[in-house]
């Protein structure tokens, strides 16, 4: 591992609880410092009062979904990474993601090697701006 996971704050934002807890479990268990939310919605609220380093992000999601998201993201924080974990049926591709703005799209059911490689990369990129 090339980066301090400690020193990272990272946002989950998934909607279905199983994966979710996982998801967060697998982070809080390298070092990352993982706060959660069930929708886009909570999680743009949650980024007016915190700051996160990374956020790992469904797509399909009630309320906000991950495509509002990561608009929304942008407009407040254009550097910082953004995640997608996303399922054989959501109505976007991979390279709208990237033209979005996203940093890495990761297919559901996700590969926890694949996905903490994909953060750490992505963590890199934001240490050396």
Do not use: H, W
Request: proline share 4%.
């Amino acid at each position: 591992m090339l980066i301090e996971p400690n020193k990272y704050n990272v946002l989950v934002v998934e909607d279905e609880t199983d994966l979710r807890e996982i998801l967060v479990f697998i982070l809080q268990d390298i070092g990352y410092n993982v706060s959660e939310a069930v929708n886009g919605e909570e999680a743009l609220k949650m980024c007016q009062t915190n700051s996160y380093d990374a956020i790992i992000s469904d797509i399909r999601m009630p309320k906000v979904d991950g495509v509002q998201l990561l608009k929304s993201l942008r407009s407040i924080n254009p550097e910082i990474p953004l995640i997608f974990l996303v399922t054989g049926f959501a109505d976007i591709k991979e390279a709208e993601c990237y033209k979005l703005g996203a940093n890495a799209f990761i297919n559901k059911p996700y590969d926890v090697t694949e996905m903490t490689d994909k953060l750490e990369k992505s963590l890199s990129e934001l240490i050396k701006k």
